[in-house]
């Protein structure tokens, strides 16, 4: 596992590559506070429906999304985000290549 170095200019979307029929995942940083994640994901991967125990910031950096929250599809190109409310169902589908950042903050 390579580590993510600090006080240094991050490239994030050249942190993690794509590979076919897959989804890449970095972590960023981690603390008990928590956590952010670099995610990429392959045409039409995706994470399947679940719950977090915690909001999640969803930031698309390259690419376009489908994030499905409570059954509600949002479409996401790069540059757009959604926050994902704690407890609450969600999965994610790529339209086509994409990376997102992931922040999660526990309370």
């Known amino acids: 596992m390579s580590v993510t170095p600090k006080s240094e200019t991050l490239h994030l979307t050249e942190l993690a590559a794509y590979q076919d029929g897959s989804v890449v ?8 506070a928590g ?18 125990p915690f909001d999640a910031l ?30 609450e169902p969600h999965a994610l589908k790529a339209n086509q290549k994409f990376k997102m950042l992931l922040t999660m903050i526990h309370t």
């Not at 999304?65 to 407890?87: C, E, H, R, W, Y």
Request: net charge negative; charged share 20%; hydrophobic share 45%.
């Open 25 to 32: 995942s970095r972590q960023i940083t981690k603390a008990d």
């Open 35 to 52: 956590n952010v994640t670099l995610f990429a994901f392959d045409i039409d991967q995706g994470l399947s429906e679940h719950t977090a």
């Open 58 to 87: 969803v930031h698309i950096l390259e690419g376009e999304a489908q994030v499905t929250i409570s059954g509600k599809a949002f479409d996401l190109k790069a540059g757009d985000a959604i926050i994902m409310p704690a407890n």
